[in-house]
């Protein structure tokens, strides 16, 4: 067990973060930390848009990252989990990224 | 189109192709009900309960595959409704549950009847949407028909303020044509080096089985699996969720696996060499202890979620996508292979399974022993409805010993014909889901197998059901107590029989059902059985009760012995295990 930092890239609106906060507690993980806060600057996020091809607005999207102790197979769990939630846009741990559904071997978040 | 909001959500209900909607009315709904009250393209069903609602539609959904709509009021209209959401969110069935909601300027004040229905449901939706604006309703209704019927299917709710739907306010409509959602892309068809690996690993098993559950049924594939197997032969077996299909008369197939398994299908699954995962999940139900589960099997698995596989049991080749396009992508393969295919090869594995079923197989006679001198099966009762309705008929149950009876004695050949609450275990799904069940297929038998536990919880739809004139068939197995918590009080309790008797109170359900109009059978011998169940199939403008008392100390096997048992750690029957 050690503490691992997820990141997810998801829709800024409301609700969505209770659906985050939500599913931990129903899935039986723990959450150590938690922050969110609205992206302003999205130039480190420029691949997400191309992707989605889509243009990102100001206020549009928020950042969370979520620090959580637990094993290898739990984390790859939660990471699943929280990708199907229908507002996740990314999810990234220390190994991989699901972009819009679709797994990636980094981080790239 | 200038439409006010009430309108725009019916009109929106129509453009999606809805036929019925199931719900009942209230305070914060009655704008929507004045405009359902308006058209005519759609039938709202009335039901006595809301949880009878969610149920029907349930039915209506499993049994169409199209999505069931669901419409209820405010605080206990939405709660009421919450058992009926999670039973379609554990079995992943399309549902959209619409529910009114106070006026926005009284959310969260307590006002009456208000309930943070979003926030109740949140753990059992696939996604909830609340309608902040009229000029949203139509894209929102798109999106959570997309978002219900797409992926790995499951409820949507919408909550929608009593103010939003008010019919002085008007605003342009149009229905969307197209529905895109940029954080959801569920997968659609396998990576092809997937599907390459799967058929080399098809062509090398020795003793191979598939394991094919609800997702099959979901995705609409068992013409794919069927043809599947007319290339490579493999035994098959298929969860509760899964049961027809793959046709359970053709030899190939092995029978339900899991607790109340066959013994040839757990027997199989544990000695394999490959096992096929095809659309089901590995639930407790099914493995026994994980860690003990198919030593030393090759585990493919075929899901369109990726947080199923790999939850329970580690896969060793991960199929993702919907499961009928990655089952047409290894039949296009597996064609070119044909001459690879080596069909000796595993018919020592079909010999052996063959004994495997010889010597502790189901017994699928008893219902020849009409002599008084025993108490009647509930085992017969389950193997006469079969026969007197052609084994083509929908068969709904409900939760219990009776579930696991016609699970294991009712063939189906055909998928979306069995309709039981398999995930979630609720009670009183029975009577409501083959109401759904009965209104999309008037023309066709549908059979409700239940027991006088469980038809008690939603009985209040009996009087639905002559509302609407729907000629269901219901087969109450009578054993005067919760016959599967009595079962494992015998097994794991010594015998102490804890609240799980009511013989003294049940009500005389013949009289009961007669109340409501409907036609009451009651049956206590063997002698009077079958001409009981078929006299029941001839009535055919009439729903039918036949409350059958069977014998109360009858237990369901085999029976997986846990904890810490293995899939071939079986009780075969009383005080006699494997």
Request: aromatic share 8%; glycine share 8%; hydrophobic share 40%.
């Amino acid at each position: 067990m050690i503490e691992r930092q997820l990141t997810l890239i998801m829709e800024n609106k409301p609700g969505a973060l209770a659906r985050v906060v939500g599913l931990f507690h129903q899935r039986g993980y723990n959450i150590d930390s938690l922050h969110v806060d609205p992206i302003d600057d999205f130039t480190q996020y420029k691949f997400i848009e191309d992707e989605l091809n889509i243009k990102f607005s100001m206020g549009e999207v928020s950042r969370l990252i979520i620090k959580t102790t637990v094993g290898d197979a739990l984390m790859r769990q939660i990471l699943r989990q929280i990708n199907k939630l229908i507002e996740v846009i990314a999810v990234s741990d220390n190994e991989s990224t699901y972009l819009k559904g679709i797994l990636r071997d980094e981080n790239l978040l | 189109m200038k439409l006010a909001g009430n309108d725009i959500l019916i009109q929106s209900l129509i453009n999606e192709g809805v036929e019925y909607i199931f719900g009942y009315p209230g305070g914060a709904a009655l704008h929507i009900y004045d405009s359902i009250f308006q058209q005519k393209e759609m039938q709202h069903i009335l039901v006595r309960h809301e949880q009878g609602a969610t149920h029907a539609a349930d039915g209506y959904a499993r049994a169409t595959g199209k999505p069931g709509v669901v419409m209820v009021t405010s605080g206990p209209g939405a709660t009421n409704a919450i058992t009926g959401i999670a039973t379609a969110f554990m079995d992943s069935i399309p549902m959209v549950v619409i529910s009114g909601q106070v006026q926005s300027h009284l959310i969260g004040t307590d006002a009456f009847q208000e309930t943070d229905m979003i926030g109740i449901s949140r753990p059992i939706v696939k996604h909830s949407f609340t309608v902040d604006h009229q000029s949203n309703i139509a894209q929102i209704i798109k999106e959570a028909f997309h978002i219900a019927t797409s992926g790995r299917q499951g409820p949507v709710v919408i909550d929608i303020p009593k103010d939003l739907t008010n019919p002085d306010d008007l605003f342009d409509y149009e229905y969307p044509k197209e529905v895109n959602i940029r954080s959801y892309n569920p997968p659609l068809d396998p990576e092809t080096s997937q599907i390459e690996r799967v058929v080399e690993a098809i062509l090398n098993a020795n003793q191979p089985v598939i394991y094919a559950g609800g997702g099959t049924i979901s995705s609409n594939a068992s013409k794919e699996l069927i043809e599947l197997n007319s290339y490579i032969n493999f035994p098959v077996t298929n969860t509760l969720m899964g049961l027809g299909v793959y046709p359970a008369t053709d030899d190939k197939f092995l029978g339900m696996l899991g607790m109340h398994g066959t013994f040839q299908a757990n027997m199989a699954m544990h000695n394999a060499d490959l096992i096929l995962a095809i659309g089901a999940r590995f639930d407790d139900r099914i493995t026994n202890t994980p860690d003990k589960f198919a030593p030393n099997a090759q585990i493919v698995h075929f899901d369109v979620d990726h947080s199923s596989v790999s939850k329970i049991i580690e896969a060793d080749i991960a199929v993702f996508g919907q499961v009928k396009n990655s089952l047409q992508a290894i039949n296009s393969l597996i064609k070119e292979r044909l001459n690879d295919i080596d069909k000796s090869k595993i018919q020592k594995w079909h010999s052996q399974i063959a004994e495997w079923k010889n010597n502790h197989g189901l017994n699928h006679d008893l219902y020849k022993d009409e002599s008084d001198i025993k108490p009647i099966l509930p085992q017969a009762v389950v193997q006469h409805i079969y026969h007197a309705s052609k084994g083509n008929a929908f068969v709904t149950s409900d939760v219990g010993q009776h579930q696991m009876f016609a699970a294991q004695y009712y063939h189906f050949d055909e998928p979306r014909k069995w309709i039981n609450s398999g995930g979630l275990g609720t009670m009183g799904f029975g009577l409501p889901s083959a109401m759904g069940v009965k209104l999309a297929y008037p023309d066709e038998e549908v059979v409700c197998i239940t027991g006088e536990g469980s038809i008690q919880m939603c009985i209040q739809e009996l009087s639905t059901c002559s509302q609407y004139k729907l000629p269901i068939k219901i087969f109450n197995i009578n054993n005067l107590s919760l016959g599967m918590v009595k079962q494992w009080q015998d097994m794991n309790y010594d015998g102490r029989h804890s609240s799980i008797s009511y013989e003294d109170s049940l009500p005389d359900f013949k009289g009961l059902v007669e109340s409501y109009g409907h036609i009451g059978i009651k049956i206590t011998k063997n002698s009077e059985l079958r001409d009981g169940i078929e006299k029941a199939f001839s009535i055919k403008d009439k729903l039918v009760f036949v409350d059958v008392y069977v014998d109360p100390n009858e237990h369901v096997y085999p029976m997986l012995v846990a904890p810490n048992g293995s899939l071939k750690d079986m009780w075969l029957s009383k005080g006699n295990k494997t």
